[in-house]
């Protein structure tokens, strides 16, 4: 059985006569839409309104989405808000939408265990009632079916995962020093100073040989090399990739750096930090 359909019917609570309005979230209509570095997650409720005069001629929500984060916490997922005709006794399906960043994407399906737990917080005003025109905030909580889900994942293709965050430690932390030298290279990037970038993380990369740990694996077999030596030759090679010519004062001249060459050095050693933070 499909989870979304435990969906409890809630009521917007006016005074009377307009009285209680049902809303609910209709099952399964959550919709993932593919954008770039960002994306829209889409939702779309139910709404029965009575047959009152009292009520005026529109009705607008206003609402805030959040995940639950554990120990009782929320993750605000963004807001968003929609106007709807007051015709008494229809049924409106109104859709809100909220922009979501990737990583906010991926940590939703990080976190989720099964179905995607949802809460929404709806506030309610009727602006040209004859009675008063605000109710108590409904809160809707709401189970996505995993199936559902991962379609809607599977929906957004290679637009998930064009970007990576790695961050880095904190300076009080052992990786803090490499840190404050990948700091400098990011600068200097901004500058279009790739020369100076490429240096500057090459000091992380060196500052990395110096606190790691990692012995040198010599002329080892690769497949005798321990876990430690085996990062050792990645450090090797991504050091190689800044090799710096005293006498120029800036990169190797033997090659011809990118931005992105720069960008991909500076990402990949904040990796390796992780591993001595």
Known sequence: MSLEKVNVLDELRFEQPVG????????????????????????ELEVRLPAVAEAGRVLTLESDLYAPAGTGSLLWLGSAAVTVPFEPGAVEQPHL??????????????????????????????????????????????EIAERHWLRELEGLGRSLGVEMLVPFPAGDRPGGKAA??????????????????????????????????WGRPGKKPKRERNVGERWAVIRRALEEQTAVDPRQGGADKAFTHTRADAETVITLTAALVRLID
């Open 20 to 43: 209680a309005i049902p809303i609910s979230h209709r099952d399964e209509s959550l919709a993932l839409l593919k954008g770039l570095g960002a994306h829209a997650l889409r939702l």
């Open 97 to 142: 939408q909220y922009v979501l960043p990737n990583t906010l994407v991926r940590a939703l399906e990080e976190r989720r265990r099964g179905a995607l737990r949802l809460e929404l917080n709806v506030r309610a005003v009727l602006p040209q009632a004859s009675v008063h025109p605000g109710c108590p905030d409904v809160r809707l909580r709401l």
């Open 180 to 213: 404050d030298h990948l700091l400098q290279a990011q600068r200097q990037l901004r500058e279009d100073d790739i020369d100076g970038a490429l240096l500057s993380a090459r000091h992380a990369l060196e500052y990395i040989e110096r606190n790691s740990g």
